[in-house]
Nanobody, 123 residues
């Protein structure tokens, strides 16, 4: 599966952004989709994941209550709505996919990756 992330940009602290990730292929609903981020000099960090049906979602601790992951299987797209953004959310955001019904927060478990989209939050 090929992934294409978009929607990053510059936003002020407290603002919102919605990231999108479109996927190729006809079996999109069989993939767990995740979002990860990586700030300069830091390790890649789990942001959120959603199961193939969209019925269950999971979040990193610092994202709970601010970020929402969702998917539209008819459009082969997963979204990340980010609200109440903080300067610490500044990073390159990546979407990723794994062919499984099981959620995982370990980036090494995801074999498919998009190119990343930069989110910069100014304080």
């Amino acid at each position: 599966v090929q992934l294409q992330a978009s929607g990053g940009g510059l936003v002020q602290a407290g603002g919102s952004l919605r990231l999108s990730c479109s996927a190729s292929g006809r079996t999109f609903s069989s993939y767990v989709m995740g979002w990860f981020r990586q700030a300069p000099g830091k390790e890649r960090e789990f942001v959120a994941a959603v199961t193939g049906s969209g019925s269950s979602s999971y979040y990193g601790d610092s994202m709970k209550g601010r970020f929402t992951i969702s998917r539209d299987n008819a459009k082969n797209t997963v979204y990340l709505q980010m609200n109440s953004l903080k300067s610490v959310d500044t990073a390159v955001y990546y979407c990723a996919a794994k062919s499984s019904i099981y959620f995982n927060s370990d980036y090494a478990k995801y074999p498919y990756w998009g190119q990343g989209t930069l989110v910069t939050v100014s304080s």
